[in-house]
């Protein structure tokens, strides 16, 4: 069974575009690394201002990932932890979005799962 997942994470402002290209390009090879984890789309949505300060920084780079995957969870839990480590990543989110899912969950059977992996420590 397929499973679908968005990867966000937010990104230190004052990086470069092209560091950010290089720090998202290094965490995308480590995703499809095992060749289980498939990224099917990725968006960069540059500097945008945060809801609220993240280690009183009021603006953060986004950028997603939207991945398949068949039974790869492992190395998407990997890169969590990495990004977790990483003093340039602010903050990131890891959801699962199976169709299957949020049609069961529409018609009150199941919850959508979603699993958030953490904010970076400070």
Do not use: C
């Amino acid at each position: 069974m397929t499973r679908t997942y968005e990867l966000v994470f937010i990104a230190d402002p004052r990086l470069s575009d092209e560091d950010t290209v290089q720090l998202s390009d290094g965490f995308g090879e480590m995703l499809v690394a095992d060749g289980k984890i498939r990224i099917t789309q990725e968006e960069s949505w540059g500097k945008r201002r945060l809801a609220y300060p993240i280690r009183k920084f009021t603006e953060g780079r986004y950028h997603i990932y939207y991945l398949e995957s068949d039974g790869g969870d492992n190395s998407l839990a990997e890169v969590g932890q990495r990004m977790l480590q990483n003093e340039r990543i602010l903050r990131h989110l890891v959801v699962r979005t199976d169709r299957d899912l949020k049609r069961a969950a529409s018609k009150g059977k199941a919850p959508v799962q979603s699993t958030v992996l953490a904010e970076a420590a400070s």
